[in-house]
């Protein structure tokens, strides 16, 4: 596990990654420690700038650093990991709680803002960029939220973290391959071997004051 101890703005980002066969979704989330406010927490990326350290306000977060999910090669609804695979651990003294989420696209994929219908022809497909629509929610909610650019600003109480406790993470979305992956003949879609960078997850999280 690696452990990095940051003070001042930090940020931290976590990956999604398609993969057509099924991951046994082990992830090895490594420790990040903060001063006052965790900024942008996204599962891959890791940025810190330094401010004199103290004992008071600290937080101590855990940050899941990659996440696969699954997905036919041709597209359709994405198969994520449990929400006990995927979760941000608050190891400190102090609640905390998780402001806001970004998500950025990686090359050669569009986030999409409404949920996303596999074609019925190859020729329907998106033709250079692969689709991704993606949604969350924790245990505690009815209804996902719609991960969409640039920033979505998460409903206060409903991601907050308590000192030594876990918030579990539900994801779902569907993902559709482009032209240049699928015609369907022989470009089958989605890499069958090799998972693919998707979304870079961009958390800010900061001391829950309240």
Same mark, same amino acid.
């Given at each position: 596990?690696?452990?990095?101890?940051?003070?001042?703005?930090?940020? $931290?980002?976590?990956? $999604?990654?398609?993969?057509?066969?099924?991951?046994? *979704?082990? /992830?090895?989330?490594?420790?990040? =420690?903060?001063?006052?406010?965790?900024?942008?927490?996204?599962?891959?990326?890791?940025?810190?700038? &330094?401010?004199?350290?103290?004992?008071?306000?600290?937080?101590?977060?855990?940050?899941?650093?990659?996440?696969?999910?699954?997905?036919?090669?041709?597209?359709?609804?994405? &198969?994520?990991?449990?929400?006990?695979?995927?979760?941000?651990?608050?190891? !400190?003294?102090?609640?905390?709680?998780? #402001?806001? /989420?970004?998500?950025?696209?990686?090359?050669? *994929?569009?986030?999409?803002?409404?949920?996303?219908? /596999?074609?019925?022809?190859?020729?329907?497909?998106? =033709?250079?960029?692969?689709? &991704?629509?993606?949604?969350?929610?924790?245990?505690?909610?009815?209804?996902?939220?719609?991960?969409?650019?640039?920033? /979505?600003?998460?409903? #206060? !109480? +409903? *991601?907050?973290?308590?000192?030594? =406790?876990?918030?579990?993470?539900?994801?779902? !979305?569907?993902?559709?391959?482009?032209? =240049? +992956?699928?015609?369907?003949?022989?470009?089958?879609? *989605?890499?069958?071997?090799?998972?693919?960078?998707?979304?870079?997850?961009?958390?800010? &999280?900061?001391?829950?004051?309240?």
């Amino acid at each position: 596990m690696k452990t990095s101890k940051l003070f001042g703005a930090v940020a $931290l980002s976590t990956t $999604l990654a398609l993969g057509c066969a099924m991951p046994a *979704f082990a /992830v090895t989330p490594p420790d990040y =420690e903060g001063k006052d406010t965790i900024n942008n927490a996204n599962t891959k990326v890791l940025v810190n700038g &330094i401010a004199a350290p103290t004992t008071e306000n600290q937080i101590s977060v855990t940050v899941p650093v990659d996440l696969p999910l699954s997905v036919a090669q041709k597209g359709g609804n994405l &198969i994520a990991p449990s929400a006990s695979k995927y979760a941000i651990t608050n190891s !400190g003294t102090k609640a905390v709680k998780i #402001e806001s /989420v970004a998500p950025e696209a990686a090359n050669k *994929f569009e986030l999409a803002d409404n949920t996303l219908t /596999v074609p019925a022809t190859a020729s329907k497909y998106p =033709e250079t960029n692969s689709q &991704i629509y993606l949604a969350m929610k924790t245990d505690a909610m009815s209804t996902s939220i719609t991960l969409k650019d640039p920033t /979505v600003t998460l409903t #206060e !109480g +409903l *991601f907050d973290i308590a000192a030594g =406790e876990t918030l579990n993470l539900n994801m779902s !979305g569907v993902a559709v391959p482009s032209q =240049e +992956l699928y015609d369907g003949t022989d470009k089958k879609g *989605f890499d069958a071997v090799n998972s693919t960078h998707a979304v870079t997850l961009t958390y800010t &999280i900061s001391i829950d004051n309240a």
